[in-house]
Nanobody, 120 residues
């Protein structure tokens, strides 16, 4: 069992930055690929970024490439999402997720979500 708790969301102006954090419980953090998803009002939840257990491989959806950076600190059981050059269309609830699959991420565990609002 893994519990995920996100933090770091908030209100920011367009062009600004935020860093989301996701703290994971349990002693098996390194056995999980970690990722971030987001869901905007009236839209389906979408993949944002993922990172392998070692941190050596990262993946991003096209709309955030060059602006967002995913990283993890296995000693702290924490994964981060640094978001720069934020746009109003980045407004969404951001969810941390964990899985043990390969290929398309299929999360087994989800966090409760943190709201990110970007004003124009």
């Amino acid at each position: 069992q893994v519990q995920l708790v996100e933090s770091g969301g908030g209100l920011v102006q367009a062009g600004g930055s935020l860093r989301l954090s996701c703290a994971a419980s349990g002693r098996t953090f390194t056995s999980y690929r970690m990722g971030w998803f987001r869901q905007a009002p009236g839209k389906e939840r979408e993949f944002v970024a993922a990172i392998s257990w070692s941190g050596s491989r990262v993946y991003y959806t096209d709309s955030v490439k060059g602006r967002f950076t995913i990283s993890r600190d296995n000693a702290k059981n924490t994964v981060y999402l640094q978001m720069n050059s934020l746009k109003p269309e980045d407004t969404a609830v951001y969810y941390c997720a964990a899985d043990q699959t390969t290929g398309t991420m299929a999360p087994r565990y989800w966090g409760q979500g943190t709201q990110v609002t970007v004003s124009s």
